[in-house]
């Protein structure tokens, strides 16, 4: 196996910390002007966090799975046609002829991991490999172009926060457009409609209200982590299979396995990209530093079914 690293794209958060930079300085020319101090104070705080947020997500680890240099022994004895590696039967292949094995996890469900040959790791059901990124991602969302990285089970919080941050803000913008505009006298104060201010702030009121419609699937997200469902549960997973864990489904949901959720993904470990070791391309060895490697421990944690 080659030697990888993972290097999230910082072209596409540029250029949205330059756009959310560029809106905050036109809303404070126009929508906030005139408007009380605390109003405006809370405009400008918000947009620190949204890009913090924002750089957050691309820049940690989003859950990867640190491959492993050689591939899996059981697989090896099992494609040369051993039939007796211990818990044979728990092993199968799925349509698409990859390696799978029963498991069942720490709440007592029964799972099934699949064997990813480009990385030699068993990767747990909800995880996938991300070929932009060239990695095995744990409780995988998707892949965000947007965000040059993958979102999955560390980064997820941090894409949502920043979401809900960047729908917050610009609803205030839009409430300073409106407020600025009562301000005036709109609709019926003298000579209004020929103020060319009316139109500039009818605009913005338009304009950062269609942003805070678009940023409703941030509010998604937030119901996904609170239900402990991804964008890959509510669709269908890479076998073109709809996946069995949305929360209407029994079985799937109770107090301890939420709780367990929750602390996997809102205090998760906080792994800067820059900090994933992977030597190069000399074939001889590819690691993760240690940090990395016992946050991963949780897979470890799923059990062979007997
Ligand atoms: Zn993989
Ligand atoms: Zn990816």
Redesign the pocket.
Known sequence: MRGRSLRPNTSWPLGLTVYTLAIVAVAFSCSLRGLPLWYQLTVAVIPIFAISFLWLTNQIDPGTIPPDQNKDITVVLLEDGHTDVPNYSQYGRDAKGRWTRAVFTPEGHQDLEKYCEECNVWRPRRGYH?S??GFC?DRGDH?CDVMG??IAKWNHRFFTAFLLAAQIGCGLMMGGSIWRLSKLGFPHGDGIWNNPETSILLFLAVFYGYHVAVLIFGNMHAVGICFDFTTKDVGSNDDGECEDNLPCLPGRRNPKALLRSWQLVCCGPIVWTSHLEVLPLNGTETKHTEMVDSNIDSHHGWLPMP
């Open positions: 991300c932009k990124c991602m892949h990285t993958c």
